[in-house]
């Protein structure tokens, strides 16, 4: 848990000692009437003046403050422990605990809160002490609810278990183990309850509900200022403002906590695509498909600008496979990204090319690089889940893909769909596109990805780790339908992933990423076959070998982005590594034609049996 | 079932509370009451007999919708259900509304230009929305606009046939006042959910498939922001449908929940029993409604129903 904001935490702070504080203050008895002044104004010795009864009402707003937050804070409290109790209860204590703690729960929320609140008061009758009772009811089940979330998530995990099986008693379980996990949570939901409390005090008191004359009360000075309002509108102002002031920063504190509770609220800063600030491209675009110039990616951080991708170069030729090979976080993902003008917000692009067919995307207009994507150039993303949307049917999903592009009558577009769908290779077409994406399977989910990309035939495909998520045969068979589309339409690919057994079944070039580095190119044959980069070689040593002999893992890991070694990046992981490794970055060498690598003692290296075969 | 336990509980709990209705009820100048009063006003009331009996009674009634007479004028409960119940579900839904129409909109604006200065004021309008009491804004409405300008009467009612201008003139305040809360709850609710679908995998799909701009943000952001959006407004009016209480009361408007608060302060069983009844079935069948509402937006949840 982050600190929350300290702002609010001090407003609140600072209000509820004052409250603490009222009877110390030598203030004015709030209830003493001296008809003689009614509604005087202010003065010396009644700062904000006197109300209708002639009493002071500076004195009353603060004693009232500490009626509302007595009676606010008790009832939160009391429903704080009895929920949390009810609630650990029923997430531990097996079924019958849980039907009783949760159905009770769901007759309390059968009642609107303000009329469960009315309908307590009935039967009791008005007063403050009936009121924190009453309160503590309607907030019962948040308490209760929030809690049991928290068990049932918490329970699973393996050091309850763990604990379990160290013998340790359920009740120690519960407390230790479980409470502080879930104590984030409750917390806020103390919060809420506290501010609502306030809330629903003040407005039962203001029917004459709740907190009882000549007790001093803001609801209650509200509703008695309500019949002098044209005379004296600063007595409606006074408690009305001291209400919501209190208010806004009780919810303030809310907000804070919540924040602080729920990591995923960060905020974040809004994302600029800044084309004017590219160097222009110098070079002129060969013929190539997708042709990578200088390539370098940039992210803000609060430690400082990031490069995860720095001078990437690389180029598909029309019916052909480049592989970008790399561990996760090497930079090849938003290398894809870039290529389709679809960084995420927080990251820009700092440097370089990229031609498409020519053109020079990164440099395009955002409508001219619209009509491109999904058109010329089409993606393929790692998880098909998320990356459907899950309200819309599969047939319409891609349909809007082809009518983005074309302008198709509903018949013609239907028909579209189930040709794509059959492309590839998805039984009963019909009755699939009328699927949402949860009823389908992760294989099918995949292929309607793909489908969705070629449902236009593009040139170049990007396809983004698009097997880690199925099983073998069906990875097998999204290889084989990428494969046999690359060839019956003359289509590039771009194929992104960490699995070097798949490169060697689909890829005709190779190109290894690290650390947002290309460190090796070449044809698949020769870098398979005769890695020139230390790091080629440790990753070939590190896939799985045919034969079943365990694969050797590459020591140390990845450096972090803002902290590259000076040096040749793999330095520290390699153990070829001399000190003039770590002089300076090292530049991509040729070693052959088509063949390069990015490590000065290739030639040295190059005699050395390190070569290992890969599937 | 949940309706019988509500109905269960509402009848036992008035029967439970120590005193005697019916003392409380003559008991109201202060003096004792007359021994005699009492035992007819029991007979009357029908609590002399068993409570088994009462309650079989009770429902057998409930079951043609009679909810008894009134203590006070010995009106039949049911008809004056009926006769206010529509004019509080008009002001809530004059309420959601206004919401609804102003919220939605402006919060996806917010969303869209995060940080800048219509989302800073609006978040700030939506903080006073949540902070000031519904009673509060009704007060302040009132001293304004009827106390201040004179342009509208302080509060009250007027059907709808007999003069439709001043219906909706009469009507404006009090909804105006509840949509401020209803407001802010919208507005923030959208404004987080648009931020959060923006940056889901399948926003980024629609991208990838050259979908143009608003196509994007109607059929994939706003279409799945409004999933936790309708929850959230579901919710609240729900938790209205006994909060108008407060202001119908500030404008003196003759609502279902104004008459709760007479029924109440005249401790009027049968009416309170009857009133909090009704409510409590709106709120579960608007909860249910709620249910297949988001099963009709999220068809992940239109399957686990269909299966359960
Ligand atoms: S340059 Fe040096 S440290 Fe880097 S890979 Fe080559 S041998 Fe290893």
């Known amino acids: ?615 | 079932m949940l309706i019988w336990v509500v109905a269960s509980i509402v009848f036992l709990a008035i029967r439970c509370v120590p005193g005697d209705p019916a003392e409380l009820l003559l008991s109201q100048g202060g003096a004792a009451p007359d021994p005699a009063t009492v035992q007819q006003l029991h007979e009357q009331l029908g609590l002399d007999r068993p409570i088994s009996v009462q309650y079989v009674d009770a429902f057998r009634r409930l079951l043609h919708g009679d909810l008894g007479h009134s203590v006070q004028d010995d009106s039949p409960v049911a008809t004056e259900i009926w006769q206010r119940l529509p004019r509080t579900l008009e002001l809530i839904a004059a309420a959601a509304l206004v919401a609804l129409t102003t919220g939605l909109p402006a919060g996806l604006l917010a969303a869209l230009r995060r940080g800048g200065l219509f989302d800073r004021t609006a978040s700030w309008v939506a903080a006073a929305g949540l902070a000031v009491p519904v009673f509060v804004v009704g007060t302040i409405l009132v001293l304004v606009f009827a106390q201040g300008l004179h342009w509208t009467s302080a509060g009250g009612y007027v059907p709808l046939a007999q003069a439709p201008g001043r219906h909706f003139a009469l009507l404006a305040m009090p909804a105006m006042a509840i949509a401020l809360g209803l407001f802010a709850t919208v507005f923030r609710m959208t404004r987080t959910a648009v931020l959060d679908v923006s940056m889901r995998d399948y926003v980024r799909t629609a991208r990838a498939k050259g979908v143009r701009h608003h196509r994007i943000l109607t059929h994939h952001v706003l279409r799945n922001a409004l999933i936790p959006v309708v929850t959230v407004l579901a919710l609240n009016l729900g938790t209205l449908l006994g909060g108008t209480v407060l202001v119908e009361y500030v404008f003196n408007y003759p609502g279902l929940s104004g008459m709760l608060v007479d029924a109440v302060s005249a401790r009027d069983y049968p009416e309170v029993q009857g009133i909090v009844l009704v409510i409590s079935i709106l709120f579960v069948t608007l909860n249910l409604l709620v249910d297949l509402l988001y099963g009709l937006l999220d068809p992940r949840i239109r399957q686990t129903v269909r299966q359960a």
Not at chain 1, 401 to 413: E, K, P, T, V, W
Not at chain 1, 484 to 506: C, D, N, W, Y
Not at chain 1, 525 to 544: K, N
Not at chain 1, 576 to 585: D, K, M
């Open chain 1, 1 to 615: 848990m982050k600190r929350p904001n300290p702002i609010p935490v001090a407003v609140v702070a600072a209000i509820a000692m004052l409250a603490m504080a009222v009877p110390f203050l030598g203030l004015a008895n709030p209830t003493a009437m001296s008809i003689a002044h009614r509604m005087a104004p202010a003065s010396a010795a009644h700062w904000l003046g006197q109300d209708e009864y002639g009493r002071d009402v500076l004195s009353r707003l603060l004693w009232g403050a500490r009626v509302s937050l007595s009676v606010a804070a008790a009832s939160a409290a009391m429903a704080c422990l009895l929920g949390t109790a009810m609630g650990l209860a029923g997430g531990y204590l097996g079924r019958v605990a849980e039907l009783l703690a949760l159905r009770s729960m769901d007759v309390v929320l059968c009642f609107p809160p303000l009329l469960l609140a009315l309908l307590v008061v009935t039967l009791f009758g008005p007063g403050a002490l009936t009121l924190i009772p009453v309160l503590a009811l309607v907030f019962l089940p948040g308490f209760v609810r929030v809690v049991y979330a928290g068990v049932l998530s918490v329970r699973s995990q393996e050091y309850v278990d763990a604990m379990r099986v160290l013998g340790a008693g359920r009740l120690r379980i519960m407390l230790r183990t479980i409470l502080p996990n879930i104590a984030g949570p409750i917390l806020v939901q103390l919060s809420l309850a506290a501010a609502a409390g306030v809330v629903l005090e003040s407005g039962l008191s203001f029917l004459g509900l709740g907190v009882l004359p000549p007790a001093p009360s803001w609801g209650l000075m509200i509703a008695a200022a309500r019949s002098t309002m044209t005379q004296a509108p600063l007595l409606l102002l006074w408690p009305c403002l001291a209400l919501s002031l209190t208010i806004l920063a009780m919810n303030a504190l809310c907000d804070a906590l919540r924040d602080a509770v729920d990591p995923h609220r960060a905020p974040g800063r809004r994302p600029r695509r800044l084309p004017s600030l590219l160097t222009p491209g110098l070079l002129m675009a060969p013929a190539p498909l997708l042709d990578v110039q200088g390539l370098t990616i940039e992210i803000d951080t609060p430690a400082g600008p990031i490069q995860p991708v720095r001078d990437v170069s690389l180029g598909v030729v029309p019916g052909e496979t480049l592989a970008l090979v790399g561990e996760s976080g090497s930079g090849k993902s938003l290398t894809g990204l870039a290529i389709m003008g679809l960084l995420p917000s927080v990251a820009r692009i700092a440097g370089g090319a990229v031609w498409v067919e020519g053109r020079d995307v990164l440099r395009l207009e955002e409508g001219e690089l619209r009509r491109l994507r999904g058109n010329r150039m089409a993606m393929v993303f790692q998880d098909p889940l998320s990356s459907l949307n899950p309200v819309h049917r599969v047939g319409s999903q891609i349909a809007e893909a082809i009518r983005a592009h074309r302008s198709l009558s509903d018949h013609a577009a239907r028909d579209r769909v189930l040709a794509s769908l059959r492309r590839v290779g998805i039984p009963d077409p019909l009755r699939r596109a009328r699927s949402f994406p949860h009823e389908l399977s992760g294989g099918m989910r995949q292929r309607t990805m793909i489908a969705i990309g070629i449902a236009n035939d593009p040139k170049l495909l990007i396809a983004d780790e698009p097997t880690t998520a199925l099983d073998v045969t069906i990875q097998a068979q999204v290889l084989d339908l990428i494969a046999r589309l690359k060839q019956e339409h003359g289509m590039g690919v771009l194929f992104i992933t960490h699995s070097l057994p798949v490169v060697a079944e689909i890829a005709d070039h190779v190109a290894v990423m690290y650390a947002g580095e290309i460190v090796e190119q070449g044809t698949a044959a020769e870098v398979l076959t005769h890695p020139l980069h230390p790091y080629t070689t440790a990753l070939l040593r590190s896939a799985p070998a045919e034969d079943g002999s365990l694969p050797d893992s590459i020591p140390g890991t990845v450096p972090l982005p803002h902290q590259l070694p000076t040096g040749c990046a793999f330095a520290p992981r390699c153990q070829h590594r001399t000190a003039a490794c770590e002089v300076a970055r090292p530049a991509l060498l040729t070693a052959h034609p088509g063949h390069t690598t990015r490590c000065i003692r290739w030639r040295e290296l190059a005699g050395a049996p390190t070569r290992q075969a890969v599937a």
